[in-house]
């Protein structure tokens, strides 16, 4: 698996290409939909690889508190995963940048990197948010959860937050702006 890594002065930012399920992080996030009932995309693959209990854990939490709005995140067992949680978090839908999306994505980020701090974690991965289904254009996304991500590490005790995008084209578009924003990384395979 190709990854590239930058270490900032206040944790390591890793950018790698593959499936998330297979993280090794002590979180990992998923991209859901308000519903919390699970869908295509990253959500499918993780409640496929957490088994069906994660599917019970978000429909309590829909039961306690209803649907989750977009910016906003909530945490559950990660069950079968590696990862011990998962962070639900729910990107905007991109509508041409009029109805907010640039803040709501933020959010939804600095939601989840907030929990994953309140739990004490120190290292979590996150999907391209909003970059599938949801339209998000590729690029501005990236310069908004890198900027995100490098603030989480900054501001709490995580001390590894891993992005995973899934096809090679979206891995350059990432890693190239990760170098704009931070200068080189370093390969690793
Ligand atoms: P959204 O509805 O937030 O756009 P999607 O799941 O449709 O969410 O897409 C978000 C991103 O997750 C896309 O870039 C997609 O290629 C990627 N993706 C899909 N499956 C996986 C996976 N198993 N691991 C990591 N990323 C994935």
């Given at each position: 698996m190709s990854a590239v890594n930058h270490e900032l002065s206040s944790g390591k930012l890793v950018l790698r290409q593959g499936d998330?399920?297979?993280?090794?992080?002590?979180a990992i996030v998923n991209a859901a939909n308000?519903?919390?009932?699970g869908g295509g995309g990253v959500d499918g693959a993780i409640h496929r690889a957490a088994g069906p209990k994660l599917l019970q854990a978000c429909r309590e939490i829909v039961r306690e508190q209803g649907q989750l709005p977009p910016g906003e995140a909530v945490i559950t067992p990660g069950f079968e995963l590696p990862a011990r949680y998962v962070i639900h978090t729910v990107g905007p839908v991109w509508q041409?940048?009029?109805?907010g999306e640039a803040e709501l994505l933020e959010s939804a980020y600095l939601s989840s990197i907030r929990l994953a701090e309140e739990k004490g974690l120190t290292s979590l991965a996150f999907p391209a948010?909003?970059?599938?289904?949801?339209?998000?254009?590729v690029e501005f996304a990236s310069e908004l959860a890198l900027k995100a991500m490098a603030r989480g590490l900054e501001q709490t005790g995580l001390q590894e937050i891993s992005v995973y995008l899934f096809s090679e084209r979206d891995f350059s578009t990432w890693t190239a702006q990760a170098e704009r924003l931070f200068g080189k990384g370093i390969e690793e395979e």
């Amino acid at each position: 698996m190709s990854a590239v890594n930058h270490e900032l002065s206040s944790g390591k930012l890793v950018l790698r290409q593959g499936d998330i399920t297979r993280s090794r992080a002590q979180a990992i996030v998923n991209a859901a939909n308000s519903s919390l009932m699970g869908g295509g995309g990253v959500d499918g693959a993780i409640h496929r690889a957490a088994g069906p209990k994660l599917l019970q854990a978000c429909r309590e939490i829909v039961r306690e508190q209803g649907q989750l709005p977009p910016g906003e995140a909530v945490i559950t067992p990660g069950f079968e995963l590696p990862a011990r949680y998962v962070i639900h978090t729910v990107g905007p839908v991109w509508q041409q940048g009029r109805k907010g999306e640039a803040e709501l994505l933020e959010s939804a980020y600095l939601s989840s990197i907030r929990l994953a701090e309140e739990k004490g974690l120190t290292s979590l991965a996150f999907p391209a948010i909003s970059c599938g289904a949801y339209g998000f254009p590729v690029e501005f996304a990236s310069e908004l959860a890198l900027k995100a991500m490098a603030r989480g590490l900054e501001q709490t005790g995580l001390q590894e937050i891993s992005v995973y995008l899934f096809s090679e084209r979206d891995f350059s578009t990432w890693t190239a702006q990760a170098e704009r924003l931070f200068g080189k990384g370093i390969e690793e395979e």
